[in-house]
């Protein structure tokens, strides 16, 4: 053994017990004879009857195994508990607390305390567990995702990879060009999987030709990381990229429609700022590299006609349902506005192509395996699947152009090129067949960049962070004079972090859809947008990753006495005042300009109860940016004792019955 080996075997356990902690259990499941391992973010789980616990396990009975540590802010006594619909077991430091459902309390140290948690489904009915603490400062919760903490290995490491190998094998369509009659059909097991990639439809009125053939040479310059390889290589690749382009718009018309008026650029400007595209991207004429990894867009005016983009910002979706650039639902004046603030503002750069020739387009089209990806045609030339994985770093996975040759070049790093090559070495067909909620939101919030607008997690969103950004292009308009009622820059963004527990599925998938009329915050700046073909699967997927089937129990038989109370409770008189801030249906607050709330009318469609009751127990500890009072003390008491004895959970009850009852009128 030399030296340097030595000191690297005597150092290895130094440098792990070094390694920072990554937020999350490590989650290890079991199921017909098989395990599988991955990082959940709560100690919680849904799992339907018939369906699998992971993706890589079958359906039937499964066990569960959680470890880590929870972080608790004092030494202290804390009131653990947990939910579950089979076997479960938690242990504490070393110590065991609860043998299935129910509450202990137990002393924690200031810190990390040990968690191992177990459980066990016998796989005849949903599979249900969740689990947190109380104490006298916060009211029962789930244990907070910021407060739990793993230590990874090289088996977790593995199945991590294994994800994201899966994740870009479907997100790149792989299986368009290599084929396998054991994969699975396209549209079936992972929702990703099979979705062909944009239509080649009317690019010559939308696109401009010589940009077009230097995206098709290379479109990770224009668009790091894009999905679209540099499929043409070798001393003819740029005629042919010009040959393709030829085709693609030939005797095409530019669209037709209002040119970009640069009068228009600084409401675009503003708009840009105020709806959070800041966040995604860049600034169309912003130089240099970028901290935050934003999508640039300085070849916007290079790229498109003007009447075209707008047509693109009214419906992005519209020639490629899986895009995940959002729906905004703009008007057409707003559209306008942006198109102009885009196209004037960055730079004019000078592109050059050779003059291409049609007709050898349109025979290259389906020889370099366009039509693949974009129009769902059988694969011609390129190896099946099954040679792909023998060649190992070659062929598209290869790192650099002389291990590559003829096939396409994707902008992957060294690590995803690894993590391709994992998946492509695991039982790729069965890693396809079959998905879980859970793991889709969990790709989808990275995938779609939610953090972008959103904090999640602890972490801050980036549009936050470059809020300095915003004032500045808020500044290209003239400075008017804040009219109440109107929306207002400086508002918090909700975070997402407690979004699966709060909101019912239901509703949180026509909202994720965009297709909630109303804006439940009218004070904020930004609008939610839509990701329609996403929808449905981010929020069954954030519920299950609390513990949430996609029903919530019927409530029981509405009290009229209680509803009278609780609307007592809403007023002025003998009750919170609620109507202060908030809306009751058509009712108006009475001094909304103090701190505007959600119209609460709307709570019986939106909110789960234990969320309901959580907020108002202590909404603080859930926003720490709220403006909302705490109504309950560390007992579980309010200073209104006419009802109820004061007790809050009663009160606050009757106030959600109330609301309930609302709903139907």
Known sequence: MTLRSLLTFLLAPLAAAAAEPA????????????????????LALQVPA?????????????????????????RGIFTLWAESSGKFRLTVNGQAVLEGAGTKSVQLNKGPNAIVAEFESDGKADAHLRAGWASRDFPREAFPPTSLAHASDEVLTQALRLREGRALFANLNCAACHQDAKLPAKGTGMPEYGQNAPLLADLGA????????????????????????????????????????AMLTQGATPASGPVADPALAPAGASLFANLGCVGCHRQPDAQGDDALGRIPLAHVRAKWRDAALMDYLLDPAKNWPAARMPHFRLTEEEASQLTAYLLTKAPATKLTAKEGDAARGAGL?????????HAGMPATTQPPLAKTVTAGAKGCLAPDAAARGKAPAYDLSAGERDALLAFLQSDVAAGLAADVAAEFATRNLKALNC?????????GSVWKKVDEECRQLRSLLPPKEHVEGEPVPDAPVPALTWQ??????????????????????????????????????????LGQQHGFGPKDPEDPKPDPARIAVGEKLLGMDGGFNCITCHDVGDKEATAVFEAPGINLALSAERLR????????????RLDPETK??????????????????????????????????????
């Open 628 to 665: 909302m009072p705490k109504f309950a003390d560390g007992d579980g008491l309010t200073q209104l004792t006419e009802h109820f004895n004061g007790k809050a959970e009663d009160q606050f009850e009757a106030i959600r019955e109330y609301l309930n009852s609302l709903k139907k009128k």
């Open 365 to 373: 089209i389906v020889a370099a395996g366009c039509l693949n990806c």
């Open 23 to 42: 937020q999350g259990l490590h989650a290890i499941f079991e199921a017909g004879g098989r395990t599988d391992h991955r990082v959940d973010r709560m």
């Open 451 to 459: 953090a972008a607008c959103h904090a999640v997690d602890g972490r």
């Open 609 to 620: 109860k234990g969320h309901f009751h959580r907020w108002l127990l202590n909404p603080n």
């Open 206 to 245: 939308k696109f401009d030709r010589v940009w077009l053939t230097r995206w098709i040479l290379d479109p990770a310059s224009f668009r790091p990381h894009s999905l679209m390889p540099a499929a043409l290589n070798g001393p003819d690749a740029e005629q042919q990229a010009a040959d393709l382009a």
């Open 50 to 74: 018939g369906q699998p616990a992971t993706p890589w396990l079958p359906a039937g009975p499964f066990k569960a195994h959680w470890e880590g540590t929870v972080e608790a802010p004092v």
């Open 500 to 541: 699966g527990e709060k909101l019912k599925t239901g509703w949180m998938t026509e909202f994720i859809a965009g297709r909630v009329e109303d804006k439940p915050r009218w004070w904020l700046i930004g609008v939610m947008p839509g990701f329609s073909q996403h929808a449905a699967g981010m929020a069954l997927g």
